[in-house]
């Protein structure tokens, strides 16, 4: 009852808190579970019963959404605990817990880009995880959040007329940017402000003349008019 809960939080008694936060737990009450957990977590540290209680506390926040915690608490957990049958779901959990976190695209990709690193961590060090195909999915969706936040910046500088940097900025992303449209706006660059080409060496100019796909132009001839 919540008056038996209400006692229990005020008391002392460490293993009837465990206990009722485990079962809390179990039943989906995470809120109520929480309060429990955030009050033995330090007596536990170093007890057989902390690996379990660790999980569980970091599956806690997870479940309530809380991904900064969620994803710190259960890559500590990986850390404490490297032996634990429960480490390789940690691991996901926390790197997917960072992809949560990615806003839109529009937005700073700083969490995108920890997310990325930690998804793709978790690929290198569990190549055979049955998480695997899911995180690669993750990998996916966050990299193409970039090349569309590279491209968004790519539109920038052409609109404010920064051709040079546009040109330069196409070519460190040429790695992730979207082919078409990187290619469609090198070819746009070139054909209405060949300008930009006299910054750049003739050899160097060839070179990037040579690798626009024609295609693009044959579809969307009115985004070069």
Known sequence: SCSNYQILLKSDDTAAKYAAADSLYKVGKYKKALKLME???PAYRGKPQAERL?????????????????GYQFERFATSYPKSDSVETA?????RSYYELSPRFSLDQEDTRTGLEKLQNFINTYPNSEY?????????????????KDFEI???Y?????????HLTLVRKIALLNWEKE??????????????????????RKNTICI???????????AFE
Do not use: W
């Not at 660790?54 to 969620?70: G, P, Q, W």
């Not at 691991?91 to 790197?95: H, Q, T």
């Not at 695997?132 to 569309?148: P, Q, W």
């Open 91 to 95: 691991a996901y959990r926390s790197a």
């Open 132 to 148: 695997r195909i899911e995180a690669n999915g993750l990998v996916k969706e966050l990299r193409g959040k970039l090349e569309e």
């Open 212 to 222: 626009i796909i024609t295609p693009v132009f044959v579809r969307q001839p009115s």
């Open 39 to 41: 009050q033995i977590v």
């Open 154 to 156: 790519a539109m920038q």
């Open 158 to 166: 052409l609109n404010i007329s920064e051709y040079y940097n546009f």
């Open 183 to 204: 290619n469609g706006l090198h070819l746009f660059c070139y054909l209405k402000h060949s300008r930009v080409t006299t910054l750049l060496s003739n050899k160097h």
């Open 54 to 70: 660790m999980y569980i506390y970091a599956s806690t926040f997870y479940n309530l959404e809380d991904y900064y915690l969620a």
